[in-house]
């Protein structure tokens, strides 16, 4: 099964993702967390990513889609993938065409208000990226303060996660991501993030065992 994951900073995209492989058993990419690691080991592709990522500006199309021509080519993913973050514009769905084709898109969808308060309060693990919130309405929360419950790696808080790049970032998904929909509607499924993690994991699954088995 290959699948897109979509929606707007803070749906909940990364979180799902995680909770998607440990159910079905195949690999994700997140062409923002490869982005992230390499600019934190200050690679050449990292030093172009820096620039562009902390301003909540996207990375050129070329950038994004090399990622994920490089990783839908390897064995792991033969079977089944699912991308979280790709594509996000018109430029970069057009080179999607010409490496693969996915089975689903899901948009995960959230009211604005909720974006700011799961953004400020989002820790993410420097060692593994697990992806965790000290706000007290958000989910989950780590059992210990700044330190992940998986590799007990440090936590801390993503360069992109101010006031002003969560608007570039969220001005950037209404006008070019958005759009990108009308192009994959036959196999778009719509879903509302709005309810915790395990809410909105059980209604995602729920919908892809139906149309797995109508297919
Ligand atoms: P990327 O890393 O993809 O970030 P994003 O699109 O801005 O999305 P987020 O990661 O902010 O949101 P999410 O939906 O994954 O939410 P999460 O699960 O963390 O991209 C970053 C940057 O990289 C881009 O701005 C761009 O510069 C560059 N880039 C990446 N891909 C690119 C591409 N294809 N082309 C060009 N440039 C690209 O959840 C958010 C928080 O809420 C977490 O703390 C979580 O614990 C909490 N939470 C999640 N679900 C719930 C829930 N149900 N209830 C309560 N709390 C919840
Ligand atoms: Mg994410």
Do not use: W
Request: include cysteine; aromatic fraction near 6%.
């Amino acid at each position: 099964m290959k699948i897109i994951l979509f929606g707007p900073q803070g749906a909940g995209k990364g979180t799902i993702a995680a909770m998607l492989v440990e159910k079905y058993r195949i690999p994700t990419l997140s062409t923002g967390q490869v982005l992230r690691e390499a600019i934190a080991q200050k690679t050449k592709l990292g030093k172009i990513a820096e620039q562009c990522i902390n301003k909540g500006n996207l990375v050129p199309p070329e950038i994004a889609a090399g990622i994920v021509n490089e990783a839908v080519k390897k064995e792991e993913f033969k079977k089944g993938y699912i991308l979280d973050g790709f594509p996000r514009n018109l430029d970069q769905a057009r080179l999607f065409d010409e490496m693969d084709k996915v089975d689903f898109l899901i948009e995960m969808t959230i009211p604005r208000e909720l974006v700011m308060r799961r953004l400020t309060g989002r820790r993410t693990c420097r060692k593994c990226g697990a992806i965790y919130n000290i706000d007290p309405l958000c989910a989950p929360h780590p059992k210990k303060a700044g330190v992940c419950d998986k590799c007990g790696g440090e936590l801390y808080q993503r360069e992109d996660d101010t006031p002003d790049a969560i608007k570039k970032r969220l001005s950037i998904y209404y006008s070019e991501t958005k759009p990108i929909l009308d192009k994959y509607r036959k196999k778009v499924i719509t879903v509302d993030a709005s309810g915790t993690p395990e809410d909105n994991f059980n209604r995602i699954v729920a919908v892809l065992e139906r149309k797995k088995g109508s297919q």
